[in-house]
C-alpha cells in the first residue's frame, strides 16, 4: 500500500482516474498527505493486496491465452489496441478497470497510437513448443531469424512472472536484442539462438539470459 501512495502522490490525475482517487482515500492514500493507516485496519488492507496479486495473476493469464499473435504457436499479444488504434480502456460507456490495471500490472505499455510509421510490438509465450508452459528451472532456447522484420531493433527480455520485474543475476543481464549481435554468437546463416534458464549451454553464455530458478 505504501508503493501505491507514492505512486498517486506522484503522478497526475486524469478524468478517468478520479474515481479510484476518491475510493483510495477512503483507505487513507490521499496526494500530498502521510499514509499512517490504523493498526485495526492493516490486516484487511494486507488481505486486499493479496487477493488483488492473485486476481491480475490469472487476468493476465487469461488475457494472453485470449490473444495469441498466430493461430497455431503460443505467442500471445501483450496488449491488443482498440478500434481506434489506442489503449484508453475508455469506452463510449464504461472505464474498463480490469483491463486497465492488468496493462500496468505486467510491465509496460504501448505508444498511445500506432501506424504504420511507428510502433511498438510486445509479444509474450504463454507455452514451449510442446504446449507445456513455461517453468521454473528449465532450460529453453528461442531462434530469432535473420531478417527480423523491425525498423530499428529487436530484443528478448526475461521477467520474473512473480512480480514482473526483472530477474537480477550476477551477470546484471535481463536480456539480449540486435544490438548485442557484436558480442553474441550467430548462426552461419544469419539466425541467432538465445537460450534462457537456469544454466548456459557449453560456450554459449552470451546468448544466455540466466533466470535464477525464477519462472520467467
Known sequence: MEDI??????EPV????KVMMGMLATIGIVPGKPFNPPEKLKPALERGVTDAYYYMQKLDTQLFAANL?????H???VMVPDAKHGFEFVSDDA?????????????TMYPKELNEHAGTVYLAPIADNTGEAVQAGKNYKLTVPRDVPAKQF???TVY???NWAFIFDPLNRSGPSSLDLDKMKVNANGSVDVY???KAPNSLESNWIPTEGKEP
Open 5 to 10: 501512495h507514492e505512486i498517486v502522490s506522484e
Open 14 to 17: 486524469q478524468p478517468r482516474d
Open 69 to 73: 499473435y498466430w493461430p497455431n504457436r
Open 75 to 77: 505467442w500471445s499479444f
Open 95 to 107: 472505464v474498463e478497470i480490469d483491463k486497465r490495471a492488468a496493462a500496468s500490472f505486467f510491465f
Open 154 to 156: 529487436w530484443s528478448l
Open 160 to 162: 520474473d512472472r512473480a
Open 196 to 198: 534462457f534458464g537456469p
